[in-house]
């Protein structure tokens, strides 16, 4: 298993056009609003707060990660977290 690199994987996915990162100068997204629960709401402050992010970045990477594990999936992969030697952990529900 090889490890999985975010930006990378952008860069990659999208022919150097990356969406996640507002830094790269072809930098476009579109707007929408999003209704979410206080719960999910304070998840995503803390995980801001703590990687000194936003929350729409945080949103950004979780839908970049989610493409990925969607498509692994649809190529019979399975999903899951490791330590590095084997799968601790699989990933439902996708």
């Known amino acids: 298993a090889g490890r999985f690199s975010l930006r ?3 860069h990659m996915r999208l022919k150097g ?3 996640a ?3 790269c ?3 476009a997204m579109a ?3 999003l209704n979410i629960n206080d719960e999910l709401d304070q998840t995503l402050e803390r995980i801001a707060d703590q990687t000194q992010s936003t929350k729409s970045e945080i949103l ?3 839908l970049t990660l989610y493409t990925v ?3 692994a999936k649809n190529q019979g992969k399975k999903i899951g977290l490791g ?7 699989e990933i439902v529900g996708l």
């Open 17 to 19: 056009v990356c969406y």
């Open 69 to 71: 594990a969607y498509e």
């Open 83 to 89: 330590d590095g030697k084997q799968m601790t952990t």
């Open 8 to 10: 990378k994987f952008v």
């Open 60 to 62: 950004r990477k979780a």
């Open 31 to 33: 707007r929408f609003n």
């Open 25 to 27: 100068p072809e930098f």
């Open 21 to 23: 990162y507002p830094s």
